[in-house]
């Protein structure tokens, strides 16, 4: 399949979908195009800014934001487009209306990475730049397996605390939601500590690493 025709079916496919389940929910895994060619797509994706339409290109990134991946290339002169499409989106990240199956992000991550989520806003991101910024520590906290491993590398969490804009956006990002790791849960943050959440504790890792008086 050619690469423009693989973006365009991709549209087709997802836009078919969520418009059904939108309609009745039927809680099936569904994304069956997507899984069959997430290799391909993600190979693709930086050319689509060449390839697609720009009403062709905001619906992509529509969809393509929904799978909850963080390109780093092809967006560098769309970012404004990628970020609308995150806010789009977002409507998703409410897990007690919506399954992972509409989006597979959550508070914590959207509110550290670019500010906010569907009705929390403490900050912002001033453009590509501050994605990229806030994309690298997400990434990296992220590909951590456990606790322990992250222990083992205090010198990394100290170098991210030494950046006072990372330090302020999570703080942000774990005050609005009053650290409690996503606020779709119920009940208060001593009810959420039986189960391990790595990029809240890798983020709450770096702010006792900081001597940030924000951070304190």
């Known amino acids: 399949m050619e690469t423009e025709e693989l973006l365009r079916t991709f549209i087709i496919e ?11 929910f039927s809680g099936e895994q569904g994304h069956n195009f997507r899984s069959e060619n ?3 797509l993600v190979k693709a994706f930086p050319k689509a800014v060449k390839l697609l339409e720009s009403q062709e290109l905001e619906t992509f990134y529509f969809h393509y934001m929904r799978m909850g991946v ?4 092809g967006i560098e002169k769309t970012y404004a487009l990628w970020e609308a499409a ?8 409410d897990k007690k209306k919506y399954d992972t199956f ?9 509110l550290f990475v670019f500010g906010y989520d569907y009705r929390l806003e403490p900050d912002q991101n001033n453009g590509y730049d501050d994605y990229v910024r806030y994309r690298a520590v997400f990434e990296k906290i992220n590909s951590y397996t456990s606790i322990p ?3 083992a590398k205090p010198h990394l969490f100290s170098e991210f605390g030494e950046d006072q804009d990372v330090v302020n956006r999570i703080s942000k990002a774990v005050l609005a939601l009053e650290f409690i790791h996503d606020h779709y849960w119920n009940g208060t943050p001593d009810g959420h500590y039986n189960y391990t959440n790595l990029v809240f504790w890798g983020l709450m890792f770096v702010l006792v690493s900081s001597d940030s008086e924000v951070a304190k």
């Open 70 to 73: 963080l390109p780093l290339k």
């Open 86 to 93: 995150y806010r789009k989106q977002s409507i998703f990240i």
């Open 102 to 110: 509409f989006t597979y992000w959550q508070s914590l991550k959207g």
């Open 38 to 40: 997430y290799s391909a």
């Open 14 to 24: 997802e836009e078919k979908e969520l418009n059904r389940e939108l309609v009745h």
């Open 149 to 151: 491993g992250m222990l």
